[in-house]
């Protein structure tokens, strides 16, 4: 199964959210989830955010050799799974990127397995102190958790 997280500039949120999904599907033995990440402005190149950086080193994450790229329609397409961080992320793509796939807020994980229709967008930290990063990470590794949970469910027949 391939996951795809989604932010703005993929310099802060969608890397963090994909290296903690990736260390947490190698602790939970999920060896074939393949996780990437990418931003709807098309920055290419750029590192995490320093401050994405030391938030993520502070609970065993190493993010340093992220390099930032622009959502792209195969990325999307050849995903299973697309996560973004805001309900504009969502129309971005499908203004961009017809056709199917499953799209979800990565909020929609916030309060458990099961996604809910209610989810609240995770906040951008860019250019805030590293406790707002703090903050958000935080809040992705709630979701993530939880995503974990729902990726790990046996499928409906």
């Given at each position: ?22 260390a947490r599907?190698?602790?939970a033995?999920?060896e ?21 950086i ?10 340093t050799?992220h ?6 329609e ?31 807020l ?7 397995p ?7 967008d ?7 102190p ?18 974990l ?9």
């Amino acid at each position: 199964m391939k996951i795809l997280f989604i932010c703005s500039g993929n310099i802060c949120r969608s890397p963090m959210a994909a290296e903690l999904l990736r260390a947490r599907a190698r602790g939970a033995g999920m060896e074939d989830l393949v996780v990437d990440s990418a931003g709807t402005l098309g920055i290419e190149g750029e590192p995490a955010s320093r401050e994405t950086i030391a938030a993520a080193r502070e609970i065993g994450l190493d993010v340093t050799s992220h390099r930032s790229k622009g959502v792209t329609e195969a990325g999307v397409r050849g995903a299973d799974l697309v996560l973004v961080m805001e309900r504009q992320h969502l129309d971005d793509l499908a203004r961009r990127f017809r056709g199917p796939g499953r799209r979800l807020l990565l909020g929609a994980f916030e309060h458990g397995p099961e996604p809910r229709d209610d989810a609240r967008d995770v906040d951008d930290p860019h250019g805030d102190p590293i406790g707002v990063h703090r903050v958000c990470l935080g809040t992705i590794e709630g979701c993530v958790d939880n995503l974990l949970r729902f990726l790990e469910r046996p499928p409906a027949p």
